[in-house]
């Protein structure tokens, strides 16, 4: 599991008119889910910090009112972090109607308030470090890097929830691997690991994150 270093306690991702407050901020985790692994540690996480749970296909911005902050989960597909830049554009719309900055993330590209963090789930295990910094660099922007929570969270494949689309491009690597001559190390783990579905999905993931927020009880 990888997280921004940059934030490290509450008070470092909420503004200082939510802290002044008695009572604790509203959270809301929005997830975006395909084959079920980011919904099952979205509802974890909700559990665990007693807030709202909502699907991002039913998110307007809107939905946003009344939310001091947002974690948005999602899965890592291709390369991207699915959902992101449509998540943006809500985020944008969302301020122009009521633009009152989170001051850890108001200056990133479109991100502001109430969004405060991220977590990105995947096959990748924790241990690919590199792999999942390259995620981080290529999607988030400088100050995104510098200034929002971002975690990674082992998942796993789910070929029977698969959408079609993703079961042959599945397909395409394990069979351009099977091909490939001179394969490395990683490339047999890799090979034998997309062969079948698996799951290495586990709640201590997600204490990070929870001890990042609990603290705002």
């Known amino acids: 599991m990888t997280r921004s270093k940059a ?6 991702i909420v503004p200082n ?13 929005i997830y975006k889910s395909s084959t ?3 919904k ?6 909700a ?3 007693g807030c709202a749970l909502a699907d991002f296909k039913n998110i307007r911005p809107a939905f946003l009112s009344g939310y001091d902050i947002i974690i948005f989960g999602t ?3 291709a390369g991207s972090i699915d ?10 719309a969302y301020n122009r109607r009521r633009p009152v900055p989170c001051a850890s993330v108001r200056d990133t590209s479109g991100m502001a308030h109430p969004l405060c963090a991220i977590f990105v789930t995947g096959a990748v295990p924790a241990a690919e470090k590199d792999t999942i910094e390259h995620l981080w660099q290529n999607n988030l922007t400088e100050k995104e890097l510098s200034r929002l929570p971002h975690f990674y969270l082992p998942a796993g494949l789910c070929y029977e929830r698969m959408c079609f689309t993703d079961r042959m491009m599945m397909k395409g690597l394990a069979f351009m691997l099977k091909r490939k001559r001179g394969k490395t190390v990683r490339d047999i783990g890799l090979e034998k690991q997309i062969s079948c579905s698996f799951d290495i999905s586990s709640e201590e993931y997600l204490e ?4 990042l927020f609990s603290q705002l009880k």
């Open 83 to 92: 959902g992101l830049k449509k998540l943006r554009t809500i985020l944008k």
């Open 40 to 45: 099952r540690y979205a509802e974890l996480l």
């Open 47 to 49: 559990k665990r910090l």
């Open 36 to 38: 079920g692994f980011t």
């Open 17 to 29: 008119k939510t802290r002044n407050k008695i009572s604790a901020p509203k959270i809301l985790i």
């Open 208 to 211: 990070p994150l929870i001890s």
């Open 75 to 77: 899965r890592a597909h």
């Open 7 to 12: 934030l490290n306690k509450a008070s470092d």
